[in-house]
């Protein structure tokens, strides 16, 4: 029988290369870790780890034992996770991954009160730039925007946000403010994870829709804090989701005012993305928790 200790250990190792890299990671004694690699030596009979200048290889025994050593983690991992759905208490680890401009504003919270009614839950939050279609069967993700037709997911969508073009009342003082969609080519333009870079579709109730290309920004952004943050100060002009903007609002009233109010950009979908097939517990529970705080504004977009 193996002890699932020094084999953890040593797929660490075998991860890493530095034993002392990997007591720091599993938060161990150096001197633990190694002893835990050396028990597990001894009971195979067989040397699984050599040093080479500042780093430690696999022998040729530890190549081969490696494979077998991750099944069975794996293993053990997969039926303390079919255990804990057995459970009245919910236990477990699950990944959530969500678009960066919905992390601080929205899921933050969301997590904060579902790990507060699991205690015995461990969850990761993770932002993310785009969606990870190969994510594992312990992910759940939001994501904000198109995606393509397959996945390899289950798709589920969440609401719309609306957005609108804004600027800082500084920044119009000092500029003239656009009056007509032609004129907005002539503006500054602040963009966020390069969205507009292949054009941007205006839709007016009467007038139809305006195809414009933004001018090259000059200053483009991956977190919406910081796209925020630079309209604000009056750098220039960008697509903001109205949902966003109103949170802002109540911590720093009147910094961002809509352009060109009768233009607006196409709504972005949110959607809940997650694994085909059988879920644990624990995993519905979250996507519960998700759907119920959804906020009502992202049902109502047109």
């Not at 004129?183 to 602040?190: G, K, N, Q, Y």
């Not at 920004?217 to 977190?223: E, F, G, I, M």
């Not at 694994?275 to 759907?291: N, S, T």
């Amino acid at each position: 029988m193996h002890d699932f200790d020094e084999l953890a250990a040593f797929d660490a190792v075998m991860t890493s290369g530095s034993l002392t890299r990997s007591a720091r990671e599993m938060g161990l004694a150096k001197s633990t870790l190694s002893r835990r690699i050396t028990q597990l030596e001894s009971r195979l009979g067989q040397t699984l780890l050599r040093r080479q200048a500042n780093r430690l290889t696999p022998t040729e025994a530890g190549q081969v034992f490696h494979d077998y050593c991750r099944e069975m983690l794996s293993l053990a991992s997969r039926s303390r996770e079919a255990l804990a759905d057995l459970s009245e208490v919910m236990r477990g680890h699950l990944t959530l991954g969500v678009h960066c401009s919905l992390t601080r504003s929205w899921a933050a919270k969301v997590v904060e009160a579902f790990l507060a009614c699991h205690p015995e839950m461990e969850l990761t939050l993770q932002a993310r730039e785009r969606p990870e279609y190969s994510s594992g069967k312990q992910c759940v993700q939001v994501w904000l925007g198109e995606l393509p037709t397959e996945t390899g997911l289950k798709t589920e969508p969440l609401g719309r946000l609306t957005q609108r073009l804004y600027a800082s009342p500084g920044y119009l003082a000092r500029h003239e403010a656009p009056t007509c969609p032609d004129t907005l080519a002539h503006h500054p333009w602040i963009d966020l994870l390069g969205t507009t870079h292949d054009g941007l579709t205006l839709h007016h109730a009467e007038r139809g829709e305006f195809c414009f290309r933004p001018p090259r920004s000059q200053l483009s952004v991956n977190l919406p804090e910081l796209q925020l943050d630079a309209i604000a100060q009056g750098q220039g002009l960008g697509v903001l989701p109205e949902w966003l903007v109103a949170a802002r609002e109540v911590y720093h009233p009147g910094e961002l005012m809509p352009c060109l109010p009768e233009w607006r950009p196409t709504p972005l979908a949110a959607t809940l993305l997650y694994p085909y097939g059988q879920r644990p517990q624990r995993m519905d529970a979250l996507l519960d928790a998700l759907r119920q705080a959804v906020p009502a504004s992202w049902y109502n977009a047109s």
